[in-house]
């Protein structure tokens, strides 16, 4: 998609602090960490929302997850673990309509999110 953020990241046209990456997915620190980890692993296949999944993503779902926790254990989560979050349009606060799961860790988190 053309005017997708992520999508130019994914093609080379917009720079990341790349994690990893493979065929399939794309690992990065996020622009503007809200803990000492935070990066966000997307699928380089555009999908806007997890709303817009179907049974037919369920392998990359499942691959995305796992992606996201392999590199959470590299960067030295695995131990006392973090979170992993996909938000979802308006009310999730979704601001790049781009599938991606961010990855935060490094400090305890809050329970409820606002
Ligand atoms: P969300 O609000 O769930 O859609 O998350 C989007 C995330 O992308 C936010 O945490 C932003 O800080 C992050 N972000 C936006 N632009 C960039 C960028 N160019 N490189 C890395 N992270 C970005
Ligand atoms: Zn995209």
Avoid at 42 to 69: E, F, N, W, Y
Wanted: aromatic share 6%; hydrophobic share 40%.
């Amino acid at each position: 998609m053309t005017d997708c953020i992520f999508c130019k990241i994914v093609s080379g046209a917009l720079p990341c602090a790349k994690i990893y990456e493979d065929d399939e997915m794309l690992a990065f620190h996020d622009i503007s960490p809200q803990a000492p980890v935070h990066f966000l692993v997307v699928p380089k296949k555009h999908i806007a929302t997890i709303m817009d999944c179907t049974g037919a993503d369920s392998g990359l779902l499942g691959r995305l997850i796992v992606c996201a926790q392999n590199r959470a254990v590299e960067l030295g989560l695995g131990e006392k673990g973090g979170r992993f979050i996909i938000n979802c349009k308006e009310h999730g606060l979704q601001t790049v309509p781009h599938l991606h799961i961010h990855v935060l860790g490094g400090r305890v988190m809050g329970w409820p999110p606002g």
